[in-house]
């Protein structure tokens, strides 16, 4: 989204270059998984959050609320742990190959997947992304003007968003009275994305699909048209994410391998990727896609290699 | 739940008419002043009205849509493990309401479940949900 924003001030006329940055001490301070500084007797929601309906029942944290949309998609699907463990050993692989990530030295098998402990079922430990400090920072500015900088621009070639057909008020929580709990704003906001790009999702070479948790990704897979409906599964399991095959994500290990920095190292990533600057290099690379958190809304964005 | 408790702001401006009107049928379930009462004629009200009244009585059944185990603690209110239930109303299949279990009971999609109301103080009252 916030691709979208400065695009739209420098065509515009109003600013000529733009900084986006995203720095979280998601660690150090306060631990996102903890549903935030909540203690003692007090109250919940208000504020047009719509919290009041869900937080006094205990239903406190994003990595809950997933749980009950995996659950969905597992009775729906038949997804199974192995295929959520799919993505998370293919982020824990990208981060293997990339020196900066926290995992870096730390592999992971199917075995150690299955065996960390259950945070709220179906999900475990390793289907959350990291707590982590960090910081990222993109420079937008026109491509006439990238023209004479040192490093190779990267292009924007289009961005959207949508939300749901039957977008609820509030804020996360309310995923659990749409229709559809494991349908995402992304799936109206990627049809716009690729009429806009003039490409589809057939044409990415990669992409960095926000991970949160294992399930976004499958949603996501899903919502962009990368596979069909209730299809993501078997898709991550065949092995089509992973470097070599047909759309290789998260080249740095994203969130749940490289840093947690809401969505901006996706965007670096998929910069230096375009470069032919990454550590885990996408030989050919020239399109990318990087999706934004997929709740309650869903922003994405289509980066091409400079010609 | 625990010596600490969450209790729903009452005091929003977006969702207090939704309370007051006794709009339950737009998935936003009642937190105050929701308890067992008298039913007046159901054909004297609205479809929504009538909704309210009948999850007010304990009649209204629902089944259940999904479920997580909580085993993960986040908050003294909350001890674990718990389970969060999300329960669509069997008349008003639009509609689905969060419930809490104690423990880790054995579930399955499509459950029967049965309201009741869980007074949280004085005036606040959560509906909540248990196996039928």
């Known amino acids: 989204m916030m691709m979208g924003l400065a695009m739209g001030a420098i065509l515009s006329g109003q600013a000529k270059t733009v900084i986006a940055f995203r720095s979280l001490n998601g660690r150090s301070e306060t631990r996102l998984g903890s549903g935030g500084k909540r203690a003692g007797h007090q109250e919940a929601g208000g504020g047009g959050t719509y919290d009041e309906y869900y937080v006094p029942y205990g239903l406190m944290t994003a990595g809950q609320t997933f749980a009950l949309m995996t659950r969905r998609h597992m009775l729906e699907y038949g997804t199974t742990p192995a295929q959520l463990g799919a993505v998370a050993m293919t982020c824990r692989e990208h981060a293997n190959a990339t020196p900066h990530a926290i995992m870096h030295d730390k592999a992971m098998s199917l075995d150690d997947y299955l065996a960390s402990r259950m945070i709220s079922t179906p999900l475990r430990l390793f289907d959350f992304c990291l707590e982590s400090d960090g910081a990222c920072a993109v420079v937008i500015t026109s491509a006439e003007r990238a023209k004479d900088l040192k490093k190779p621009p990267v292009l924007i070639r289009a961005v959207a968003g949508g939300e749901p057909q039957d977008h609820r008020a509030g804020m996360m929580f309310p995923v659990t009275t749409r229709h559809d709990m494991t349908e995402l704003g992304g799936r109206k906001g990627g049809e716009v994305l690729w009429k806009r790009a003039g490409v589809g999702p057939q044409d990415m070479d990669i992409a960095q699909i926000y991970d949160c948790f294992t399930i976004s990704v499958l949603l996501q897979l899903e919502a962009y048209g990368f596979c069909g409906k209730g299809e993501a599964g078997p898709f991550v399991e065949s092995g089509a994410i992973r470097r070599g095959g047909s759309l290789p994500i998260n080249t740095g290990g994203g969130h749940m391998s490289e840093a947690y920095v809401h969505g901006m190292n996706h965007i670096v990533q998929a910069v230096r990727q375009l470069r032919g600057e990454a550590d885990m290099q996408i030989e050919g690379a020239e399109l990318c896609l990087c999706t934004g958190g997929p709740l309650p809304v869903g922003s994405s964005v289509v980066f091409r290699r400079a010609a | ?132």
């Open chain 2, 1 to 132: 739940m625990g010596a600490e408790m969450i209790l729903p702001f009452v005091a929003d401006r977006e969702t207090e008419g939704f309370r007051r009107r006794g709009r339950a049928a737009a998935g936003l379930q009642s937190l105050r002043g929701l308890r067992p009462r008298p039913a007046p004629a159901d054909g004297a009200l609205s479809p929504l009205r009538r909704l309210e009244h009948r999850l007010a009585r304990g009649e209204r059944t629902g089944r259940l849509h999904t479920w997580t185990l909580v085993t993960h603690q986040v908050h003294p209110a909350f001890p674990t493990p718990y389970t969060l239930v999300v329960v669509q109303l069997d008349d008003a299949p639009d509609v689905r309401l969060m419930g809490r279990l104690d423990g880790a009971p054995e579930l399955a999609e499509g459950q029967p479940m049965q309201v009741w109301f869980q007074t949280l103080e004085p005036g606040v009252v959560l509906p909540q949900w248990r196996v039928a």
